[in-house]
């Protein structure tokens, strides 16, 4: 599956991989929040790091996964790390970290796995 979840602690981890439709995201969102093993989530933490798609998308689809985070922010203690590596998928996510910003979500951009979780996980 390209898109998964898992809960690291406190933390909501989306790993999106290869090449998946923007949908994927969502739908892995629904099946996390609706895990009945899931923990009060303090924080998510998006990692595109094996993503191929990810610098693919259009300025309306970033825009639609900002406002996707904005109305789950709540839910994920509006805070939200991002995790890329690749020099498009980083600047990909300062774009969606600065957007989420003006939205009222605390977000941060990480290119290490560790760094993130860390942040994550205060």
């Not at 599956?1 to 629904?30: H, K, N, W």
């Not at 610098?55 to 890329?84: I, K, M, Q, W, Y």
């Amino acid at each position: 599956m390209p898109v998964t979840y898992e809960f690291v602690g406190d933390v909501l981890v989306i790993s999106a991989s290869g090449v998946y439709p923007a949908d994927d995201v969502t739908r892995a969102f629904g099946r996390a929040l609706a895990d009945p093993a899931r923990p009060v989530i303090r924080a998510l933490l998006y990692d595109v790091r094996d993503s191929e798609v990810v610098g693919t998308r259009s300025t309306p689809e970033v825009r639609a996964a900002v406002a996707f985070f904005r109305d789950l922010g709540p839910r994920v203690g509006n805070r939200v790390a991002l995790l890329a590596t690749a020099d498009v998928g980083y600047g990909v996510m300062r774009m969606v970290a600065g957007w989420a910003d003006a939205a009222g979500i605390e977000a941060a951009v990480f290119r290490n796995h560790g760094d993130a979780i860390a942040w994550a996980s205060r």
